[in-house]
């Protein structure tokens, strides 16, 4: 095995820094390292820097981060550059969840892993289409290391990896016993707190005993936040910010005409002027703040638990298992009470289409005081806020065999995994007990005390059931074949079998046609999957190595896929990597995408043909449907860097990734089709929007590229400690394509044209450790970005978003026997997120309102 070098010396001098504690029950250490596998390749190896660029977070870092969730880890790196959503995303389908997206692609274009072997997505679609893995059903105490390949890996993995791959790598033979708990909340008096535990048990040394045994439990609990617990959200009156004005919703009025109001305040109600809610406007109207009715983060309690086995069953061959079960429930407001005027539907089953619910007051109806039929606007105050409650079991059962058999390293194993989902809603509208008590008057919309009959008539309660499931089997080989003057060709090869389905069902009230307003997304589907992979390393010089993959996939459904990767490795000086790939990858067309599927959402935007509030946003219907002839997206990917480390205290690294991603599956934009008077958007007889159907579609292609930049320098003194500045920074370039297809693109990289892009984020942390003491200060950097110009319709606006800059602090003291003790505070500067009134308040993928937040925490090591 060749010497390593300085450079592969420097980066496994950092790693062993931060390694946890169990990696050193051996006092030996090993004089030459050991080959391993890192993700991207399935070719063992000694260097810890190959051609892709793999970024590595280790138990040790994650505990200083002082972050006690794995979505927080994750969605913080700097490559997570935007359009990735956590459980503050409350009006979703897939509420409670969190993901990441490399590049800005989305969670569909990052292929998150477990131990390198895939797991099954969520249990049903975000944003209708997108299918992805919640990170929120993994466990964090658990983790022994993540590593995050920025770098297309279809060649390895197949689908989803177009913006690179997670990998999050379980402890594989931790011995010893800890225990930990942390309480935590904001100091803000927000309301929110958040409690959490752990426990680690494991016997055996593998290499010793021939066996390991490990088991892992951990545990949060956090209460929910509403936007009326935040002292800043709760007025919901914004009218001092730039393009800001009173979110208040308009109600109990009549003839679609707010200024028509009620002669009594019903429900929590206002008379305010009507121009602070819809500019230009006069008079006055009767509103609501929403702000008790906007949980901006739900009540979580979650577990996780692993047990896994590993046994040598002969100097040669090794057996595991593995075991993972979670449990999650979220629960939340999903919105005020049921609104009840134009627009309100119902679902026709056998038609498969929504039809209108007629909402005219009949005459002698109590609630209308003229004498002829007359429309009506306002909510169900009686019948009170629509709750949610979703909970999410996760489970995944592996079993394999791995060993080397001659010159040959193998691994065959077989795994199910389990997504499933049971979402419980109250307090929804029943359409048949509406419809008979708006005929007899059962039920007085302007009274605060309708009738209990009445109001028990038209609560709904309703299940919405849901799952996901994955069943593999995977065997990879990898040897050394020949040896050429520079060393030797590895190879590794491997076949992988894969079943995918999802059941995502509605509640039988809306197939029932019984659900007032529903929202559907039923999606029932599955597949096979074959696929072959095969890879070769191939050292040309001494100096230089060339990597070179493929793989081919065959879905049941679409047909093949094929995508090749090339790579090179070159370190003329000890000091000095130089690497560089190419490669074309593949996303298969999501089941909800090509199987059978219908989705109904409700969303808004600015209709500048309104004959009521010209210019403003306006509530309607979205309808999508599948498409069965999609094809899947393919990409071509490329990668170019270096890596600089003079001494082993310090390295300097910089990576160029550039993708161009073509036959993008989705709608058309909603916005455009508006503004060009699309057919699809279909209006009332007033002329407002009500519905806009869509289909997906293989559309225009993106093409996004930017620049990582790693950092780390090591200072060691006699009499204040060591210190450890880290730092990862991401530079957005271009992230360029068309709003609609066969448009010219644009480039959205530092705006919020295709979900917020700021050009750069940042991660820098500075670590000290002195005697008994460690302490980390990361500085988390998101840029600002410029406004999408649709949103600029009033001068007010602002055309830019600010800048999100926040601390975070971590202490750790070990001076006591097996116990560690830390402190952790997150925006120590309690930072508010900058104002954006487009979301309305502030982009959720970038901050959260929680403001400045303490954890105190211990673990003892038994």
């Known amino acids: 095995m060749a010497k390593p070098s300085l450079l592969t010396l420097a980066i496994a001098a950092v790693l062993a820094t931060s390694a946890h504690a169990e990696d050193n029950n051996d006092t030996a250490k090993a004089t030459q390292l050991e080959a391993v596998t890192v993700t991207g390749s399935n070719i063992k190896t000694t260097d810890t820097e190959g051609p892709s660029p793999v970024q590595v977070i280790t138990a040790d870092q994650i505990r200083s981060s002082g972050k006690t969730t794995l979505p927080d880890v994750l969605r913080a790196i700097s490559a997570n550059t935007g359009n990735s959503v956590n459980e503050q995303l409350t009006g979703s389908f897939s509420a409670g969840t969190a993901g990441i997206s490399l590049r800005g692609l989305g969670q569909k274009n990052t292929l998150v892993l477990v131990d390198g072997k895939r797991v099954a997505n969520y249990a049903t679609a975000y944003e209708l289409q997108d299918t992805f893995v919640d990170l929120n059903s993994l466990p964090l105490a658990a983790v022994e290391r993540i590593e995050v390949l920025k770098d297309g890996a279809s060649a390895v993995y197949g689908s989803d990896a177009i913006a690179g791959v997670v990998n999050i790598i379980l402890k594989q033979n931790y011995q010893g016993a800890e225990a930990g708990a942390s309480f935590g909340a904001s100091t803000e008096g927000t309301g929110q707190t958040q409690n959490n535990f752990h426990l680690l048990l494991g016997h055996g040394d593998v290499k010793k005993d021939g066996y390991n045994v490990f088991f892992a439990l951990d545990g949060t609990r956090s209460n929910q936040l509403n936007a009326s617990d935040v002292s800043w959200l709760r007025g919901n009156d914004f009218r001092d910010k730039p393009g800001g004005q009173l979110n208040w919703v308009p109600t109990n009025y009549y003839n679609n005409d707010p200024t028509q109001g009620f002669a009594n305040a019903v429900g929590p109600v206002q008379k305010v002027p009507y121009g602070a809610i819809t500019p230009g406007k006069t008079g006055e109207v009767w509103a609501y703040n929403p702000a008790a009715y906007d949980s901006v983060i739900p009540g979580v309690e979650r577990y996780h638990a692993v047990l896994r086995g590993t046994v040598k069953l002969t100097d040669d061959i090794t057996g595991y298992g593995e075991a993972i079960y979670s449990r999650s429930h979220a629960s939340f407001i999903f919105g005020a009470p049921l609104a009840i005027g134009s627009g309100l539907r119902a679902w026709d089953n056998q038609a498969q289409h929504l039809v209108n619910i007629d909402t005219t007051l009949p005459v002698g109806n109590p609630a209308n005081p003229y004498g002829v039929p007359t429309p009506v606007n306002t909510n169900l105050w009686g019948v009170g806020p629509r709750n949610k409650r979703d909970r999410t079991i996760f489970t995944r059962f592996l079993a394999g065999v791995k060993g080397h058999t001659g010159n040959w390293d193998w691994d065959v194993s077989a795994q199910h995994s389990e997504s499933s989902l049971k979402e419980y809603v109250t307090n929804f509208g029943n359409r048949y007990a509406f419809e008979s008590l708006l005929a007899n008057g059962g039920y007085d919309f302007t009274s605060n005390d309708p009738a209990a009959s009445a109001v028990d008539a038209l609560r709904l309660s309703t299940i919405r059931p849901a799952v996901s499931r994955l069943s593999t089997v995977d065997a990879t080989a990898s040897t050394q ?7 030797a060709v590895g190879f590794a090869a491997g076949y992988q079998f894969r079943h995918e389905a999802m059941n995502s069902r509605t509640s039988e009230a809306v197939l029932s046609g019984t659900e007032l307003r529903p929202a559907i997304d039923v999606i029932q589907g599955s597949r096979n999957v074959n696929a072959a992979y095969a890879e070769f390393n191939v050292p040309l010089l001494s100096t230089l ?53 219908t989705a109904i959402s409700y969303s808004s935007v600015i209709d500048p043909y309104d004959p009521v509030t010209p210019g403003q946003r306006r509530g309607y219907t979205d309808v999508f449907t599948a498409n069965p002839n999609l094809k899947p997206e393919r990409s071509t990917n490329y990668n170019l860097g270096f890596v600089i480390s003079p001494t082993s205290d310090t390295s300097v690294g910089a990576d160029y990734y550039h993708i161009v991603q073509r036959g ?50 090591a200072l060691h003194t006699q009499g204040y400690g060591d210190f450890a500045l880290n730092s990862s920074i991401t530079r957005l370039l271009k992230y360029s394509q068309p709003l609609v297809a066969g448009q010219a693109p644009v480039n959205g990289a530092g705006t919020n044209l295709f979900g917020s892009l700021p050009k750069w984020r940042a991660v820098t942390g500075l670590n000290w450790a002195f005697h008994d003491v460690s302490s980390t200060l990361t500085w988390y950097y998101v840029d600002g970005y410029k406004q999408n110009p649709d949103n600029l319709l009033t001068p007010a606006y602002p055309t830019r978003v600010k800048n999100w800059s926040t601390f975070d602090l971590s202490v750790a003291y070990t001076g006591l026997p097996k116990t560690t003790i830390t402190l952790a505070v997150q925006n120590l500067q309690n930072r508010r997120p900058p104002w954006d009134p487009s979301t309305p308040y502030f982009d959720i993928t970038q901050a959260d309102p929680r403001g400045r937040f303490v954890t105190l925490g211990v673990d003892y090591r038994f």
């Open 481 to 487: 074949l020949f040896d050429l003057p520079a060393g």
């Open 545 to 597: 190595e060339v990597n070179v993959a493929g793989r081919l996939d065959r879905y049941s459904d679409f047909g093949n896929a094929f995508a090749p990767k090339a790579s090179l490795r070159y370190q003329p000086l000890d000091w000095l990597l130089l690497r560089g790939s190419f490669s074309r990858g593949f996303r298969a067309p999501s089941l909800p995408e090509i199987t059978n599927s």
């Open 664 to 713: 993008i599956i989705g709608p058309d934009n909603d916005q455009a089709l508006v503004n060009q008077q699309d057919p699809r958007v279909q209006r009332d007889a007033q002329g407002r929007i009500v519905t806009i159907y869509n289909q997906y579609k293989n559309q225009q292609s993106l093409t996004t590229d930017g620049v990582d930049i790693d950092f780390h320098q």
